[in-house]
């Protein structure tokens, strides 16, 4: 596949995407990753107990406000004016599922925000739950969907991912 680089310039530098003449349209992302841990741990969380309080609740503010600032963190993201970010948590065996819906109307995608606010959701309940195991493992970190823009609406094909 032979595409251009649609970061780069002429000369090869970095540069932000001119989005100024795309049509604006509803977009959103879906994205996900999991973070393992002891069972301990994990019933700590679950049962309210860890020593820095009230986990699941401070990771969901902390991706919500890592999406908000995914253009300053990213260096060619757009500033987004997002209309709705939301954060779930699913236990599974040994671990937690975190998944965040990013959504807006614009003129470029929320793929990044998503996945930002899933990464620092996930680093939040290591940091909140270290006390408990400093082991915990972070991953699986990766877009589930995105829908809106000139590429129509994508979905990850998670039989096969689990292959």
């Given at each position: 596949?032979?595409r251009?680089?649609?970061?780069?310039?002429?000369?090869?530098?970095?540069?932000?995407?001119?989005?100024?003449?795309?049509?604006?349209?509803?977009?959103?992302?879906?994205?996900?990753g999991?973070?393992?841990?002891?069972?301990?741990?994990?019933?700590?969380?679950?049962?309210?107990?860890a020593?820095k309080?009230?986990?699941?609740?401070?990771?969901?503010?902390?991706?919500?406000?890592?999406?908000?600032k995914?253009?300053?963190?990213?260096?060619?993201?757009?500033?987004l004016?997002?209309?709705?970010?939301?954060?779930?948590?699913?236990?599974?065996?040994?671990?937690?599922?975190?998944?965040?819906?990013?959504?807006?109307?614009?003129?470029?995608?929320?793929?990044?925000?998503?996945?930002?606010?899933?990464s620092?959701?996930?680093?939040t309940?290591?940091d909140?739950?270290?006390?408990?195991d400093?082991?915990?493992?972070i991953?699986?970190?990766?877009?589930i969907?995105?829908?809106?823009?000139?590429?129509?609406?994508?979905?990850?094909?998670l039989?096969?991912?689990?292959?």
């Amino acid at each position: 596949m032979n595409r251009s680089l649609t970061h780069i310039d002429a000369e090869g530098s970095a540069r932000m995407v001119d989005v100024g003449a795309k049509a604006e349209t509803q977009r959103l992302a879906v994205a996900s990753g999991r973070i393992t841990m002891t069972a301990e741990a994990l019933a700590a969380i679950k049962a309210g107990n860890a020593p820095k309080g009230d986990v699941l609740g401070t990771a969901r503010v902390a991706g919500i406000m890592a999406a908000k600032k995914t253009g300053d963190l990213i260096p060619m993201c757009h500033p987004l004016a997002i209309d709705a970010v939301n954060l779930d948590f699913a236990f599974e065996e040994n671990a937690i599922r975190a998944t965040a819906t990013a959504s807006l109307t614009g003129k470029t995608g929320v793929e990044m925000e998503a996945i930002t606010a899933v990464s620092i959701a996930l680093v939040t309940i290591y940091d909140m739950a270290k006390a408990l195991d400093k082991g915990m493992v972070i991953g699986d970190i990766r877009l589930i969907e995105k829908r809106g823009g000139k590429s129509g609406h994508w979905k990850a094909d998670l039989e096969k991912a689990e292959d």
